[in-house]
């Protein structure tokens, strides 16, 4: 399969089987802006479950934050997102398009000089110089629009959880090394978004941040690099298809010592999923100065008073979905017809068992029925009687689902139902009653 169809492929799939459509299409769409749909909406929410569950439920030295989009103004001057979060951008005069000054369809030399060429127009010398854009959406708190109000939405949960480092601390009577994880919405408006759900204006980001003592940050940071990539394992995302990318001293981040990306091989090429980052003091000694209150810890056991230095990871939900849809999407050929699967993780399937009659009558829906409401109230099941077997089959294949329950003329004289594998097509038949504890055993991650 040509990389460019797969990824067309998948859109379509995407907002067929509603999985995520545009937002405010209805109204011709609003840019790179997504909304999630019944079955998107369960695989995010998978996924921050097993977040959740690796970074603060399995470890006793990680706590949990929802701090708010909105924040302090001077933050984000504390941040340095006021002064350095911004792209360099040109404006072709001619067409009025906006482009990156490092966009690599400018040909004819840098942007601004005579020869440049406008990747929109293909005008000549029409670009102006590049110019500073701040990604940060601006936006005003209270009844007057005016200078002193501004608030920006956050464009990373990370700043929440170093303001609140000393509440997190107290209340929680942790002791450095600790961690704070945090899942929440940021917003960058992105000059350059696109590739579906890979960059977008909105998005969700799942972040930790670790405070241990200076000096042993480079041995915390291997421990994170491991443990972050160990994570992609368990989910089961293709080895192949990931590695890391050290940034080199000028990809590197005002605030980073040493950095790591978990890349992806995307059909649109190798990209990064999630940012593991060695911040140093640079954060609370910045907020320090900023807010003129002190950031410090006290080591009783060392008996010493330092700025703890910080190890990051960040991962974006949604540029993870996507990860999850493109390492899942399979087609192949079956009895002389093409199968479209998802092959997920159960643990991150939206749905975890269809519950199917072989056909509508005999007494088989009722009794699917019961397995049914038995069912759901344990995980997602899904109830379909309608269309052929084959078909619905198929529609499960589509959706993701690892498991199909079928009820069928056996099962009335023996009470077993038959379960079938997306993977492997294979069928077991099991017996009814122990089908809850059969599947939990098959779901749990
Ligand atoms: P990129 O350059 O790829 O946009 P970045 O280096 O600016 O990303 P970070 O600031 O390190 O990204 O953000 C951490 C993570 O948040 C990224 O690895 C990504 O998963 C996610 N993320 C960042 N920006 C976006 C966006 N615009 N849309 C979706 N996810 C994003």
Same mark, same amino acid.
């Given at each position: 399969?040509?990389?460019?169809?797969?990824?067309?492929?998948?859109?379509?799939?995407?907002?067929?089987?509603?999985?995520?459509?545009?937002?405010?299409?209805?109204?011709?769409?609003?840019?790179?802006?997504?909304?999630?749909?019944? $079955?998107?909406?369960? *695989?995010?929410?998978?996924?921050?479950?097993?977040?959740?569950?690796?970074?603060?439920?399995?470890?006793?030295?990680?706590?949990?934050?929802?701090?708010?989009?909105?924040?302090?103004?001077?933050?984000?001057?504390?941040?340095?997102?006021?002064?350095?979060?911004?792209?360099?951008?040109?404006?072709?005069?001619?067409?009025?398009?906006?482009?990156?000054?490092?966009?690599?369809?400018?040909?004819?030399?840098?942007?601004?000089?005579?020869?440049?060429?406008?990747?929109?127009?293909?005008?000549?010398?029409? *670009?102006?110089?590049?110019? $500073?854009?701040?990604?940060?959406?601006?936006?005003?708190?209270?009844?007057?629009?005016?200078?002193?109000?501004?608030?920006?939405?956050?464009?990373?949960?990370?700043?929440?959880?170093?303001?609140?480092?000393?509440?997190?601390?107290?209340?929680?009577?942790?002791?450095?090394?600790?961690?704070?994880?945090?899942?929440?919405?940021?917003?960058?408006?992105?000059?350059?978004?696109?590739? +579906?759900?890979?960059?977008?204006?909105?998005?969700?980001?799942?972040?930790?941040?670790?405070?241990?003592?200076?000096?042993?940050?480079?041995?915390?940071?291997?421990?994170?690099?491991?443990?972050?990539?160990?994570?992609?394992?368990? *989910?089961?995302?293709?080895?192949?298809?990931?590695?890391?990318?050290?940034?080199?001293?000028?990809?590197?981040?005002?605030?980073?010592?040493?950095?790591?990306?978990?890349?992806?091989? +995307?059909?649109?090429?190798?990209?990064?999923?999630?940012?593991?980052?060695?911040?140093?003091?640079?954060?609370?000694?910045?907020?320090?100065?900023?807010?003129?209150?002190?950031?410090?810890?006290?080591?009783?056991?060392?008996?010493?008073?330092?700025?703890?230095?910080?190890?990051?990871?960040?991962?974006?939900?949604?540029?993870?979905?996507?990860?999850?849809?493109?390492?899942?999407?399979?087609?192949?050929?079956?009895?002389?017809?093409?199968?479209?699967?998802?092959?997920?993780?159960?643990?991150?399937?939206?749905?975890?068992?269809?519950? $199917?009659?072989?056909?509508?009558?005999?007494?088989?829906?009722?009794?699917?029925?019961?397995?049914?409401?038995?069912?759901?109230?344990?995980?997602?099941?899904?109830?379909?009687?309608?269309?052929?077997?084959?078909?619905?089959?198929?529609?499960?294949?589509?959706?993701?689902?690892?498991?199909?329950?079928?009820?069928?003329?056996?099962?009335?004289?023996?009470?077993?139902?038959?379960?079938?594998?997306?993977?492997?097509?294979?069928?077991?038949?099991?017996?009814?009653?122990?089908?809850?504890?059969?599947?939990?055993?098959?779901?749990?991650?």
């Amino acid at each position: 399969m040509v990389e460019s169809d797969r990824m067309e492929k998948l859109v379509s799939l995407c907002k067929r089987r509603g999985f995520v459509f545009q937002s405010s299409e209805l109204y011709g769409g609003l840019g790179s802006v997504w909304d999630y749909g019944p $079955l998107g909406v369960e *695989l995010k929410r998978n996924l921050k479950d097993r977040w959740w569950r690796a970074m603060v439920h399995g470890r006793d030295d990680i706590e949990g934050l929802d701090a708010g989009i909105l924040m302090h103004p001077k933050v984000w001057e504390a941040s340095g997102h006021v002064a350095g979060f911004t792209d360099p951008l040109v404006d072709c005069r001619q067409c009025k398009q906006r482009f990156r000054a490092d966009d690599p369809r400018i040909e004819g030399g840098t942007p601004g000089g005579p020869e440049s060429q406008c990747p929109g127009c293909g005008s000549r010398g029409s *670009l102006t110089e590049p110019r $500073l854009f701040n990604l940060m959406f601006k936006t005003f708190m209270g009844p007057v629009e005016e200078a002193a109000s501004v608030v920006y939405l956050r464009p990373e949960t990370a700043q929440g959880s170093y303001v609140n480092f000393l509440n997190v601390l107290q209340g929680s009577r942790q002791k450095v090394p600790f961690g704070v994880a945090q899942i929440g919405k940021a917003f960058r408006n992105e000059i350059t978004p696109g590739n +579906f759900i890979f960059r977008t204006r909105e998005f969700e980001q799942m972040e930790m941040q670790f405070f241990v003592r200076p000096g042993t940050d480079e041995e915390w940071f291997e421990f994170w690099r491991a443990e972050r990539m160990r994570w992609y394992e368990v *989910l089961g995302i293709r080895p192949e298809r990931r590695r890391f990318h050290e940034h080199g001293p000028r990809e590197l981040a005002h605030y980073a010592k040493t950095a790591f990306d978990i890349q992806y091989e +995307f059909p649109f090429g190798w990209e990064e999923v999630e940012g593991i980052h060695n911040r140093t003091d640079f954060d609370l000694s910045r907020h320090q100065q900023f807010s003129g209150k002190k950031l410090e810890y006290f080591d009783q056991e060392r008996q010493e008073r330092y700025v703890p230095y910080v190890v990051e990871t960040s991962v974006g939900v949604d540029r993870l979905a996507l990860v999850a849809l493109v390492d899942a999407y399979g087609e192949e050929e079956v009895e002389g017809e093409t199968r479209v699967v998802l092959r997920f993780h159960p643990s991150i399937a939206p749905i975890k068992a269809a519950v $199917l009659p072989l056909v509508k009558k005999d007494g088989m829906p009722e009794i699917a029925h019961r397995i049914y409401d038995d069912l759901r109230g344990r995980l997602a099941a899904f109830y379909d009687d309608g269309g052929s077997i084959g078909r619905r089959y198929r529609r499960q294949d589509e959706a993701g689902t690892p498991f199909a329950i079928t009820v069928d003329g056996q099962t009335k004289d023996d009470g077993t139902v038959t379960v079938r594998f997306r993977d492997t097509l294979a069928q077991e038949r099991v017996d009814a009653g122990r089908l809850a504890a059969y599947l939990d055993e098959r779901v749990a991650g």
